[in-house]
């Protein structure tokens, strides 16, 4: 697995897009074509004659307006028709400022958000299974907590309440994918890809347990303070995997399709029914990520365009969101944001896709067969592997 820094499509267009692509930089570079073409013809030139007259100046500004138009509907589409940000609130005095909660953020992407966190606040609260694998700062609060149990939420809660304070900005890192035959030792356990035929009733369970109905559980005990006081943000991490399921994928492809839905819903009653338009929602949908899980996918040849994602990476995309105090939907990386456009195209534009792409191709029998690792299980949770 590749985990190198290495510079991406990504890289490049985001500079464009924050230089030369953006409204003042596009008029600046109109103004000085025509102060130069003034010089050459004269006073009498206007400035709209010389737009209209200079075919690449007249296309260069009607794709920035365009492009500035849309990103500033999209804007005010995704935060309820607020345009100003609600950024969040960090103090280190006990009693004020936000409260953030990241559930898996004790390995991977969710340590990685809780290292960028910690320097802006000393109110972080992880709820894992697993112990972290950094040194705890004293502003980090661990919590071993089952999420697929509500009741085990509860009962920590009161705690982190009592402790830290309300939780305002919730992060929803944790995952799960699928396994063929759990074993478990020592709370730990052998995972594996499986093929849809092998998959058991048992390991979907497990998987809707972690990434649908945890996510759930955290929205039913922490949400209601956010609404009740019309300030906060809930992130949540899905895949690009809700957009375009792989082969072998089918529990996790399902169940990041769930969250998204999920993460659509919460957005449209917070301000249909709860009437809380400034509680803000963003869900994150990266393509392979460096991690654990990220292990049984295929790196791509072609890194430039489709690059590997890092985990501390995608944490500076996360923590930019939430930084912002905008609602934002990202798919990542920039090849990626094409696959919620599938849905729009004939089946057959959609085939050829995801087969010149080799999306099916990143997993294999061999790969998944020599890929283990260790995994936290949920101790109240039982699975049952019978056939149903």
């Known amino acids: 697995m590749r985990t190198a820094k290495i510079v991406a499509v990504d890289d490049i267009t985001f500079q464009l897009d924050k230089v030369p692509f953006s409204l003042p930089v596009a008029a600046l570079i109109a103004l000085l074509s025509f102060h130069r073409q003034r010089q050459i013809l004269g006073p009498q030139l206007r400035f709209l004659d010389h737009v209209r007259s200079t075919r690449w100046l007249k ?6 307006v365009i492009k500035s138009a849309n990103r500033f509907l999209g804007r005010m589409a995704r935060n309820n028709g607020y345009y100003a940000a609600d950024p969040p609130r960090w103090s280190r005095v006990k009693g004020k400022g936000d409260v953030v909660l990241i559930t898996g953020g004790s390995t991977g992407i969710g ?3 809780v290292e960028l966190l910690v320097k802006q606040t000393n109110k972080i609260v992880v709820f894992d299974m697993a112990e972290p ?5 004293s502003g980090v609060h661990f919590f071993k907590v089952d999420i697929t149990d509500p009741e085990a939420i509860a009962v920590a809660a009161q705690k982190v309440r009592a402790e830290v304070g309300h939780p305002t900005i919730i992060l929803a890192v944790a995952e799960l994918l699928t396994t063929i035959l759990p074993v478990q030792v020592n709370n730990a356990g052998i995972i594996h890809v499986a093929p849809l035929l092998k998959a058991t009733p048992a390991s979907m369970k497990k998987v809707f347990a972690v990434n649908v109905m945890g996510a759930h559980n955290i929205l039913r005990e922490f949400l209601p303070h956010l609404i009740a006081i019309n300030h906060g943000h809930v992130l949540t991490t899905a895949s690009s995997a809700a957009y375009a399921s792989v082969c072998e994928f089918a529990a996790y492809s399902c169940s990041k399709a769930a969250v998204l839905a999920l ?18 929602v963003s869900i994150i949908c990266p393509t392979k990520v460096a991690t654990t899980l990220g292990e049984f996918l295929e790196d791509k040849s072609l890194q430039f365009l489709f690059p590997t994602i890092s985990p501390k990476w995608l944490a500076d995309k996360m923590t930019t969101t939430i930084e912002s105090g905008l609602s934002e939907h990202l798919v990542l990386p920039h090849y990626a944001s094409l696959l ?24 294999s029998e061999a790969r998944t067969a ?6 936290y ?5 039982n699975f049952d592997d019978r056939t149903e």
Do not use: D
């Open 111 to 113: 340590k990685e958000v």
């Open 263 to 280: 993460h659509e819903t919460t957005q449209a009653e917070l301000f249909h029914r709860y009437k809380a338009p400034k509680v803000r």
């Open 133 to 137: 694998t950094y040194n705890a700062a």
């Open 377 to 381: 299980t949920f101790a109240k949770t």
């Open 370 to 375: 020599n890929t283990s690792s260790k995994i």
């Open 59 to 64: 296309w260069f500004l009607t794709f920035v």
């Open 340 to 363: 919620p456009g599938l849905r729009f195209f004939p089946e057959w534009f959609r085939w050829v896709f995801e087969n010149a792409g080799s999306v099916h191709s990143m997993t």
